[in-house]
């Protein structure tokens, strides 16, 4: 049997359209490092589930395969490699957040 | 420019105020996505990769300054300083919040701007040449019959629910600078014995199954555009397919029955619509008609355009490529290129458009156009006025001299915004243009078109590209297929396959392999990219594509 590819669960948000992960506690996080790596695949559709129950708050849950590792999940196709960061043409989206925070702490 | 009465002001109104309910209703917990997402698409809203979409039409293409000024405040306020001017005529701003959407939707109201079908599977917005009512060629302004259309197709209630979206455009010129022929519906304007009537195309369309369209009439009187118009979508409507979305556009319908039975089904249609419309459309375009007429053209002295065009090479460099001629000798056409090289195609700042509104108000007679090979045009400019508007471009980076060569690409917003995209089309093109302009190539290559989309659905036109370039996901790497020899004027070709794809990195020294190809096998500069593929065929530039297969059957 092929061995399950892990798993987050991810969606937009409902008023930015931001790209959002479901963390382990039930909330949602904009960063994937943060999110709930599912090893199990009954557990992936429940958390599926989970997260399709929270209509106010999310559009478009789904499952993305992620490969595990020490900084967290990375993602395994190139398209969420794009929603995680923001577009190639603009430093707008989440690199743009991620900018600011980095100023902010310094 | 159309300028909305009474009615078309209410009627927004009220649209936009239903819309807004229907935001609070999603937002508070009353609607559910499944529910919201027909009504926000119906009002062009999309959810894309990271965050919404809100495609506003701009009706064939016309914009006066106002409009452009509003377009930036729309930028500005709600979104992230620039818009995105697409290959169908429509802006797209690509941060808003969907609780700000309903008011940008009434600030576009305010100037007669709206988001209407601009999704779902309706009637899109009409597209028209981006140089009617200023071209030196063109029999006619075909914009009047395109507001006609605007309004005859606007909550349309027969047509809320076609099997697809469905296309139109026209164009009042023999030189087709509107892709009629890849519309669902295109319109020519033609001559017979003194009268003006249009040739009708229908069942042309790119995406996964490209097709020329064909003629279903050859001439069909003026008066009669409407009632055939609704013949021909009526037709589609009942007969169209709905049990699989990629067989549901309307040139399947006529590939799958036939030009013949379609024609026969649309005369029968015909027959009876013509008489039901009574002639209550053609009060209407007569109301329509003097809206768009010509300005008061002032005659003007050619001198200030003449010294500079001797003196000036930078100047003369523009004055080459992005003027058109214009129906009067003294006035010009202008297109200002929103590809400067390296920049994302069809994007312009909030301050790029709002000097783009002022040069308008004070050159241009108020008006601009955005063109479907996203740039935008200055359709009337006296050629005295010529070295000042230049030199007001180049203080904004405005003024690059690119139009209709190499770096003067289409390219989708691929998959760095769309959700539907399977690769990236904005870097692809940067490189390309940056890479040329490096090598100083560009105005030595001359004309060529090249068109970038990021999926199969080929809203980069690629099909239509001299070289056309598809950007796709070959087991979750970025790959991208080259086409050669597609047209899109009057003479549509679809392009060949050139080959196996390329990967991402492989794909710009492809590409220069073609054009240094092109360079040495031309006959002269006067030969184009274009011409030189056509005396030539695929074959030559096969080889300059891929190498180890020539090297393979050497040895």
């Given amino acids: 049997m092929p061995r399950f590819t892990p798993k987050v669960v991810t969606a937009n948000a409902l008023i930015e359209g931001d790209v959002i992960y479901l963390a382990a506690d039930d909330s949602w996080t904009r960063d994937l490092a943060r999110a709930e790596v599912i090893e199990d695949e009954a557990i992936a559709q429940m958390r599926l589930l989970d997260a399709q129950r929270q209509a106010g708050q999310v559009v478009g849950a789904y499952l993305a395969d992620v490969i595990p590792g020490a900084r967290g999940p990375q993602p395994a196709h190139f398209r969420e490699d794009f929603r995680r960061k923001g577009p190639s043409n603009y430093a707008h989206g989440k690199q743009e957040a991620r900018k600011q925070e980095d100023t902010a702490n310094v | ?555």
Avoid at chain 2, 289 to 294: G, I, L, N, S, V
Avoid at chain 2, 368 to 380: A, T
């Fill in chain 2, 1 to 555: 420019m159309y300028d909305y009465n009474e009615f078309d002001r209410a009627f927004l109104a009220e649209r936009n105020a239903q819309f807004r309910a229907q935001v609070a209703r999603r937002i508070d917990g009353s609607l559910t996505e499944d529910e919201f997402k027909p009504l926000r698409l119906m009002n062009g809203l999309y959810l894309q990769l990271h965050a919404y979409m809100l495609r506003v039409a701009i009706p064939y293409g016309t914009l006066n300054s106002a409009q452009m000024r509003q377009l930036a405040l729309l930028a500005e306020k709600w979104d992230k300083g620039y818009g995105h001017f697409t290959t169908r005529q429509n802006i797209q701003y690509n941060w808003p919040k969907l609780s700000d959407v309903p008011d940008m939707l009434d600030a576009l109201a305010e100037v007669g701007l709206h988001a209407i079908q601009t999704s779902g599977n309706t009637i899109r917005n009409v597209t028209a040449d981006h140089f009617a009512g200023a071209a030196a060629d063109e029999l006619a302004d075909p914009r009047p019959v395109a507001e006609l259309i605007r309004q005859w197709s606007t909550d349309h209630p027969e047509f809320q629910f076609l099997p697809r979206k469905f296309k139109i455009a026209v164009t009042g010129s023999p030189n087709d600078r509107a892709v009629t022929r890849a519309h669902d519906i295109g319109l020519r304007m033609v001559e017979r014995d003194g009268e003006t009537g249009f040739e009708v195309i229908v069942g042309g369309g790119l995406g996964r199954t490209p097709m020329i369209g064909q003629v279903i009439r050859d001439f069909l009187p003026r008066a009669d555009l409407l009632p055939y118009l609704e013949a021909i979508v009526s037709v589609y409507n009942l007969l169209g397919r709905r049990d699989n979305k990629y067989k549901a556009r309307i040139k399947i319908t006529v590939h799958e029955n036939g030009i013949d039975t379609i024609r026969d089904l649309v005369e029968e249609r015909f027959a009876t619509l013509r008489t039901a419309f009574n002639g209550a459309d053609q009060a209407l375009l007569a109301q329509i008609e003097p809206q768009f007429a010509p300005p008061a053209f002032a005659a003007r002295d050619t001198h200030p355009h003449d010294i500079a065009y001797q003196n000036d090479p930078v100047f003369r460099s523009w004055a080459d490529t992005n003027l058109t001629a214009h129906r009067r000798a003294d006035h010009a056409i202008v297109s200002i290129s929103l590809k400067a090289h390296g920049a994302t195609p069809g994007d312009a700042t909030a301050g790029q458009m709002r000097l783009m509104a002022d040069l308008a108000a004070r050159y241009a007679y108020d008006e601009l156009r955005i063109s479907h090979e996203q740039n935008v045009i200055l359709p009337h400019v006296a050629r005295a006025d010529l070295p000042a508007l230049h030199a007001a471009l180049k203080s904004a980076g405005l003024a690059t001299a690119n139009i209709g060569l190499i770096s003067d690409i289409i390219a989708c917003p691929g998959m760095d915004y769309c959700a539907l995209a399977t690769a990236r089309s904005i870097p692809v093109a940067q490189e390309i243009a940056t890479h040329f302009d490096a090598l100083k190539l560009e105005h030595d290559i001359g004309p060529l078109k090249i068109k970038i989309s990021g999926c199969i659905n080929a809203c980069g036109h690629h099909h239509v590209g001299h070289i056309g370039i598809l950007g796709l996901d070959r087991a979750g790497v970025e790959n991208y297929q080259i086409t050669l020899g597609g047209d899109g004027t009057e003479d549509a070709v679809i392009g060949e396959r050139a080959g196996p794809g390329f990967a991402a990195e492989d794909l710009l020294p492809a590409i220069e392999r073609l054009i240094r190809t092109y360079l040495d096998l031309r006959e002269g500069r006067e030969e184009t990219f274009l011409d030189a593929y056509r005396r030539l065929g695929l074959a030559p530039f096969k080889a300059a594509l891929y190498p180890e297969a020539r090297d393979r059957h050497a040895a």
